[in-house]
């Protein structure tokens, strides 16, 4: 490991942000959690209605081909207090932490669908590659996603669909459950000393959500960021990273090995 490497900062929700400082800890790197996103349960009533029904109709015939679970937080949000999946649906996982939290929960490994190991990106597309042959016409598959709290979205959202047309043109059924709520985070006092030194210190700021960029913006108004150094598990968190005015982006895929490799490979 390269003796100059950066600290990091990890900007994902408080629960995944405290692993992944454990795991770069443990790596010898210099990590700091500053979650960008706070997380919770949802409470708008006819997402919870729809959610209780994709629920009971795991237990129902014809069930579900596969569940489809954007993050990890999905995962948590959906199967706590739901029945076991049946033993002919499938999870997919559009990468690494996502196919973990299902593990961790009781899901088969071999009942997980992910992208390739050397997949590009870890996302929909990716993930559609893998599970395509899967569908026939009718088959039905159940999407588990999260909202943002306080703000009016369609029932699918934006991210998921293009895998959702791609399952209907397919001749799948596609439902949405909206498991959980994202807001924007309440920074201490120390936190947002954090994230003030973190803007101009040679920090590296760990992006994995374009929604976080946003609420790190609006938590720090009027702030340049045009010396922060930040790195990118997606092309379009880089995008937003740069429109933001993050004076220098690199891209790395999600996966542990390649986030610590371009840690200590930033000049």
């Given at each position: 490991m390269a003796a100059t490497a950066p600290r990091v900062i990890v900007t994902r929700p408080e629960r995944?942000?405290?692993?992944?400082?454990?795991?770069?800890?443990?790596?010898?790197?210099?990590?700091?959690?500053?979650?960008?996103?706070?997380i919770g349960p949802c409470t708008?009533?006819?997402?919870?209605q729809a959610l209780a029904e994709a629920r009971a109709r795991l237990a129902q015939a014809p069930g579900y081909r596969a569940l489809m679970f954007v993050s990890s937080n999905a995962v948590l949000h959906f199967l706590h207090g739901a029945p076991p999946l049946p033993s002919d649906t499938r999870a997919w996982a559009p990468g690494p932490g996502t196919a973990r939290a299902l593990t961790q929960l009781g899901v088969a490994p071999a009942a997980i669908d992910g992208p390739a190991a050397d997949a590009a990106?870890?996302?929909?597309?990716?993930?559609?590659?893998?599970?395509?042959?899967?569908?026939?016409?009718?088959?039905?598959?159940?999407?588990v996603r999260g909202r943002s709290a306080g703000v009016h979205e369609s029932a699918e959202?934006?991210?998921?669909?293009?895998?959702?047309?791609?399952?209907?043109?397919?001749?799948?059924?596609?439902?949405?459950?909206?498991?959980?709520?994202?807001?924007?985070?309440?920074?201490?006092?120390e936190q947002t000393a954090l994230a003030e030194v973190a803007a101009h210190d040679g920090s590296l700021w760990l992006l994995s959500s374009s929604e976080a960029v946003a609420n790190l913006a609006d938590a720090l108004p009027g702030r340049s960021w045009t010396a922060a150094r930040a790195l990118a598990t997606h092309p379009r968190i880089a995008q937003t990273a740069h429109a933001m005015g993050f004076g220098h982006v690199r891209e790395c895929r999600p996966a542990l090995e390649d986030v610590v490799a371009s840690i200590e490979s930033a000049p």
């Open positions: 995944e942000a405290a692993q992944w400082v454990e795991q770069l800890t443990a790596l010898g790197l210099a990590a700091t959690a500053l979650p960008l996103i706070a708008d009533p006819q997402a919870v990106q870890f996302d929909s597309e990716s993930l559609w590659q893998q599970v395509a042959p899967q569908i026939r016409a009718g088959d039905r598959v159940l999407i959202g934006s991210g998921r669909d293009w895998l959702a047309r791609h399952v209907q043109a397919a001749g799948g059924q596609v439902d949405w459950a909206v498991a959980y709520e994202r807001g924007a985070p309440r920074f201490t006092p």
